[in-house]
């Protein structure tokens, strides 16, 4: 007879005498029982694994993301960096020109000031050789006045 196997004796195993008078429904609706709890378990560990790998995937979108955006905002601010470092690069050349141009100004003044004092020594001095010249020439009349009048 083709009756449905049980899975005790699928398994080779052979039964005791009080088994045996079981009626072949009550094998059946074990055998339906057991075969729905298996395809039960594998629909729901097809399920899990699905949303398993939904969910690994979705974590790894969330994860891409927020790498995206750890990035943009670490970039950003080098970005500005880079930029305040360029504006801090030109202002040092700027500042070098502007120093440079005050220091030949700087030493233009510096030129006409001792010029300046050259001069005013050479006055002082004209004005010492002057006062010289006075007192040697008020001696000379004095001493022309003495001789004139002595005579």
Do not use: Y
Not at 37 to 65: F, G, W
Request: with cysteine; glycine share 4%.
């Amino acid at each position: 007879m083709n009756a449905p196997m049980s899975l005790s004796a699928a398994r080779g195993r052979v039964l005791p005498f009080s088994e045996k008078e079981k009626t072949e429904e009550e094998s059946g609706t074990l055998e339906s029982s057991l075969l729905q709890l298996i395809d039960d378990n594998r629909r729901s560990s097809l399920q899990l694994r699905e949303k398993t790998e939904r969910s690994r995937k979705e974590a790894i979108r969330h994860a891409a993301r927020t790498a995206d955006l750890l990035v943009k905002a670490v970039n950003g601010g080098v970005e500005e960096c880079f930029v305040n470092e360029k504006r801090i690069e030109s202002e040092i050349r700027n500042l070098a020109v502007t120093v440079a141009k005050f220091g030949k100004q700087t030493d233009q003044w510096l030129a006409v000031t001792h010029a300046v004092n050259s001069a005013v020594k050479e006055i002082g001095d004209f004005e010492n050789w002057m006062k010289t010249m006075e007192f040697d020439c008020k001696k000379i009349t004095a001493a022309i006045r003495n001789i004139h009048e002595d005579q």
